[in-house]
Nanobody
Framework: VQLQASGGGLVQAGGDLRLSCAVS????????MGWFRQAPGKERQFVAG????????DFADSVKGRFTISRDNAKNTVYLQMNSLKPEDTAVYYC?????????????????WGLGTLVTVSS
């Protein structure tokens, strides 16, 4: 299973970005997907997760109401729509996958990881 995140970039505070994560597997619909982020000098933290069908989602408190997560099982892709971005959202964002239909916030619960995409929010 390979994951490829894209869509990062430089944006001003208050702006929006949409991240995508393309997953190379025939069984994408049986993976729970998560987004994590890691700011310089900090631990990698859970941002959002989505279950197999897309009806189950979870978000970190810091992004609730600003970020949404969705998936397109026909395209093997998960998205993270980030609105009203803040400088503190600056980080490398990673997508990850786990085989169980449950969302966990601990990074150890995810078996597959992609390379990150950098999001920089300027003030």
């Amino acid at each position: 299973v390979q994951l490829q995140a894209s869509g990062g970039g430089l944006v001003q505070a208050g702006g929006d970005l949409r991240l995508s994560c393309a997953v190379s597997t025939r069984t994408f619909r049986t993976y729970t997907m998560g987004w994590f982020r890691q700011a310089p000098g900090k631990e990698r933290q859970f941002v959002a997760g989505i279950g197999w069908s897309g009806t189950m989602t979870d978000f970190a408190d810091s992004v609730k109401g600003r970020f949404t997560i969705s998936r397109d099982n026909a395209k093997n892709t998960v998205y993270l729509q980030m609105n009203s971005l803040k400088p503190e959202d600056t980080a490398v964002y990673y997508c990850a996958a786990r085989v169980y239909d449950s969302i966990v916030v601990d990074r150890s619960g995810y078996y597959y990881w992609g390379l990150g995409t950098l999001v920089t929010v300027s003030s």
